[in-house]
């Protein structure tokens, strides 16, 4: 079967690589180069424990800040604002209670069974050692956050996640590096990337060595189905014939979703930030998220990773990079001693979000769709290459897929 993959991130190169271990030609086309923009710019979060909706009805209570405060944990460009409503009607409609708590629960399936399948990933390809199991801290500040975390903790337990309530002191306790605060939960299954570059480039490695065809700035502008399969448009002209396709070019996905399959995927983009600190890969022992403030702080080989926020300004608006910069200052407010800032790296990148907060993934005859996965792309990607290699070659998927079907959008 001669595959095309659309996407070179990691969504695309876990799926090429499960294809290829089972005997099959696979291309993947990237843009840019593997494992870039969101995928070597997130967070290296494992994270297990976000199993809420960006959908929300406390996220509309923040809107008027979302326009007023550029530097904000949620924020909204007003001059965007005219082209997201569609998108941003279709998410207030998954904001209703009921709509709500089916997204939840769907996230939830997604995020039970992702650690696990990394795992199976790191063993079936010998990864180095790139997978921390430490888990996550998630830090309250403010009083009134952290007065909810106990009910939270145990609303967790019984979902089947393991997690810990920690009080100020017990929080300092656990990572001396802390400045006091009002408690936090430590998540006990979740994990991270201490070196996310070399884990793309293991992986794309791995995937030449298995005889996958790796093209990188090919850039696929148009595609349409015909008679006699796929056909396939690069940006520099070029056409190619594909007998099938799988589709995961994150934000880069809706028109060619539509293309394909006639389904206008309603598909936005978190703009998400980072900052890198090279001089600090050792001030903390494990992630630390703020539930105040919205970011995460993630030791990594090479420093120390502040990563996180959302921003709704599109494809096409130069990054703010005031944003990633401002991570920095809040980080200190969280610490006991300020920040080395010395050689720090800015950097944005997108963040593929449908309405309803989930993933597409499904199989629409010879055209394969993983793509949407906001802010887990990297969390889901080992599971949902799974699911992928079970629809291409017709066997039950791991989990009930009614959730994330294209046709849910029809």
Not at 114 to 141: C, K, N, T, V
Not at 244 to 260: D, Q, Y
Not at 358 to 376: E, M, N
Request: glycine letters at 8%; one cysteine or more.
């Amino acid at each position: 079967m001669n595959t095309h993959i659309i996407g070179g991130g990691i969504i695309g190169l876990t799926i090429a690589l499960n294809l290829c271990q089972r005997g099959e030609t696979v291309t993947l086309h990237e843009a840019e180069t593997p494992f870039g923009g969101a995928s070597l710019g997130n967070a290296g979060h494992i994270a297990t424990e976000y199993n809420y909706p960006v959908a929300s009805l406390a996220t509309l209570r923040k809107l008027p800040a979302m326009l007023i405060n550029p530097l904000g944990p949620l924020r909204i460009d007003w001059r965007y604002l005219p082209k997201m409503l569609p998108w941003g009607w279709q998410m207030f409609t998954n904001m209703l209670p009921a709509r709500y708590q089916h997204n939840h629960r769907a996230l939830l399936a997604l995020n039970r069974e992702s650690l696990a399948a990394w795992e199976r990933l790191a063993a079936r390809w010998q990864l180095p050692p790139l997978l921390r199991h430490d888990g996550i801290l998630h830090i309250a500040s403010r009083a009134k956050t952290a007065a909810r975390l106990p009910a939270h903790a145990a609303q967790l337990q019984a979902l089947g996640f393991p997690c810990q309530y920690l009080s100020a002191d017990e929080l300092r306790e656990f990572e001396p590096a802390l400045a006091r605060q009002h408690g936090g939960i430590h998540y006990q299954k979740s994990a991270h990337i201490t070196d996310l570059a070399a884990l793309g480039a293991t992986l794309a490695d791995r995937l030449r060595a298995s005889g996958g065809d790796i093209r990188e700035h090919s850039r696929i502008t148009a595609a349409r189905r015909e008679n006699s399969g796929i056909s396939l448009q690069t940006a520099d002209g070029a056409h190619i014939h594909a007998e099938r396709v799988i589709l995961c070019a994150g934000a880069h996905s809706k028109a060619l979703a539509e293309n394909l399959t006639g389904v206008r995927v309603p598909l936005d983009t978190e703009r998400g930030y980072h900052l890198m600190l090279p001089g600090e890969a050792a001030r903390l022992r494990l992630p630390v998220s703020s539930i105040d403030h919205s970011f995460v702080m993630t030791p990594m080989q090479h420093g120390l990773r502040l990563a996180g926020t959302v921003e709704y300004a599109g494809l096409e608006a130069p990054p703010n990079m005031a944003r990633a910069r401002n991570l920095k200052l809040l980080a200190e407010k969280l610490l006991q001693a300020p920040l080395n800032g010395d050689g720090a790296e800015a950097w944005m990148g997108f963040r593929p979000t449908t309405a309803d907060s989930l993933p597409v993934i499904d199989r629409d005859g010879d055209v394969l769709l993983a793509f949407g996965h906001q802010h887990l792309g990297l969390t889901q990607a080992a599971l949902t290459a799974e699911i992928l290699s079970a629809l291409y070659f017709g066997e039950t998927p791991p989990l009930d897929l009614t959730p994330y079907r294209l046709r849910r959008f029809a």
